[in-house]
């Protein structure tokens, strides 16, 4: 298993909608979770951090965190093309692990 | 604040030659990793520098690829005897407290 896995994509929603992207882990000592965004051909950019379980909201995004699970989710209120990009799970644990990103494509 | 910066921003090459990419972190981060990512792929882990301990080199590729970081500060990735298959943007991140922050990258291209 993977350490990191993410849905590749592409992930399209409707302009307004909610969308929705998911990354399961495997290592159950990681401790803080991250999201990133990666525009085409840009590097990636920090959009949101967790550490406990549950949700933390920050402006559209929520993160949701569910150690159990072995489960982090981000959602995307209201969504815009602008957020049209690459986002990437990130973990840290006894080191710093990447997914492979879920591609989302928001249509107008 | 300053962010991550690298140079040079693009590098053209011609195989066999040696490259230096540099990476200046944010000031007080503790933390710098080099990745590579190639068109349209993932991020792949190369070295990590914490502090003044070993660096983790597990993700480097072959022995022409090294790293070294100054003063805890400043870093260069070395690639010699460049290779057709090194192309690719190649990033530095510095951190603290677990989130990294990322620089533009340097675009590297071996002809």
């Known amino acids: 298993q993977k350490e990191v896995e993410q849905n590749s994509g592409p992930l399209s929603v409707p302009e307004g909608a909610i969308a929705s992207l998911n990354c399961t882990y495997s290592?159950?000592?990681?401790?803080?979770f991250f999201w990133y965004r990666q525009y085409s051909g840009k590097s990636p950019e920090l959009i949101m951090f967790i550490y406990s379980n549950g949700d933390k909201e920050d402006g559209r995004f929520t993160a949701q965190l569910n150690k159990a699970s072995q489960y982090v989710s981000l959602l995307i209120r209201d969504s815009q093309p602008s957020d049209s990009a690459t986002y990437l799970c990130?973990?840290?644990?006894?080191?710093?692990?990447f997914g492979p990103g879920t591609r989302l494509s928001v249509l107008p | 604040g300053a962010g991550v910066s690298q140079s040079p921003s693009n590098k053209v090459t011609e195989k066999g030659k040696d490259v230096e990419l540099r990476c200046d972190p944010i000031s007080g981060h503790t933390a710098l990793y080099w990745y590579r990512q190639s068109l349209g792929q993932g991020l792949e882990f190369l070295i990590y520098f914490q502090g003044n301990s070993a660096p983790d080199k597990s993700g480097l590729p072959s022995d022409r690829f090294s790293a070294e970081r100054t003063g805890g500060s400043v870093s260069t990735l070395t690639i010699q005897r460049t290779q057709q298959e090194d192309s690719a943007v190649y990033l530095c991140?510095?951190?603290?407290?677990?989130?990294?922050?990322f620089g533009p990258g340097t675009r590297l291209l071996v002809l």
């Open positions: 290592d159950r000592g990681s401790q803080s």
């Open positions: 991140a510095s951190s603290i407290w677990g989130a990294q922050y």
């Open positions: 990130a973990l840290y644990g006894q080191n710093f692990v």
